[in-house]
């Protein structure tokens, strides 16, 4: 058994976090046995971390891997230019599996570093290149191969039989840990659409697409899908919406959207620093918060610039700042257990509570006497990406260190 005496945050609910100043953490067999104010344990072996700050491992449920390398690149585009310029092109390398093995370990190294340990990742369309993605994958993951059968560029544009195929393929053999990936409705025909639902039902695998992310997208929508009333309609004609369905964005939407989403379960994940890079707009929280939609924050790399979500978490509280206050414990919560949440996977990982898994980080700070959870995490924040880019100490997965500074 290993005991952390240690400081200790940990994120219950959006409201609710705990916070141990003198705490401990016993773990035994990769799993939390308690987690509280410091108490001696016999049989223990101690890691005196009084001098370092522990919080769960983050939850990212948005992350593009094969747009690694061009992370943060725009000059000044918005969502449909940029993909065409930027973001096609260096998926198209995926085709090269040497590739996709190079960009794969620097990808997964860079999360472990930031303290990645729960995600959902988007490969491309490339069935070797997905298999890469998986085989190298050192975290807790869902995987997807994106699907295009229309209205791409030339390298990644698939028939609707192949894009089913591969599908299928993959979703046969990773099941819960595949997510049935239709980009999103311009790159996507009806049917690929209907069969993409089909497959998810049948494999019981999750569903990932972006939505209502960009004036001109929605717009391309409206003129390619003429018959539905809006874009969730488009999905949910499909039966893309369900209960293990996780939509990116939801910028621009109507209450008779949010209807569907609250009606058929499905869950959101939102992407401020990826929404102020490309200028997508504020996705008005508020509304989902009434409405009680479960949703999580991610970086959406690479319209997010970077993999740290303490990068995410800070520009979460300053794009809602006008309209809605929220404190760095809230954001902490946003980050690790309702990514957690959204995925299904809330019983075994997202916080520091007795049973779970121990999925955690130890920061390099240390909390000064008169410290609050709330204060810790704001200077960490306050302090910028030169200093949370190096924060992490050891980040701990399943009880066992895979990162250390
Ligand atoms: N919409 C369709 N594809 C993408 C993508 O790769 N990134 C973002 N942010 N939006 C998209
Ligand atoms: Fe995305």
Redesign the pocket.
Known sequence: MILYRTTIINPISASKCQFFQDGAILIKNKKIVYCGNYKKFPNTKIFDYREKVIIPGFCDTHI?LP?FEVRGTFSGTK?LPW?KKY?WPEEAKFLNTNHAKKVSQKFYKDLIKNGTLNTLIWGTIHEKAVEIVFNTCPIRAIIGKVMMDQNSSKELLETTKKTIKITENLAKKYKQNFAVTP??APTCSFESMKQAAKIAKKYKTYIQT?IN?NKDEIKWVKKLFPKFKSYTEVYQKAALLTEKTIL?HMIHFTQEELKIIKKTKTKITH?PT?NIA?KSGRMPIEKLLQEKIPFAIST?VG?GPDTSMFDVMKAFIKIHKKHKKITPTESLYYATLAGAQILGWQKQTGNLIKGKSADLLILDTKAQKNDTANTILQKIMQKGKNYYDNIIYKTIFQGKEIYKK
Request: hydrophobic content about 45%.
């Open positions: 593009h747009q969502l993909l973001i980009r999103f972006h992310e990116a992407c990826s490309l959406d319209a």
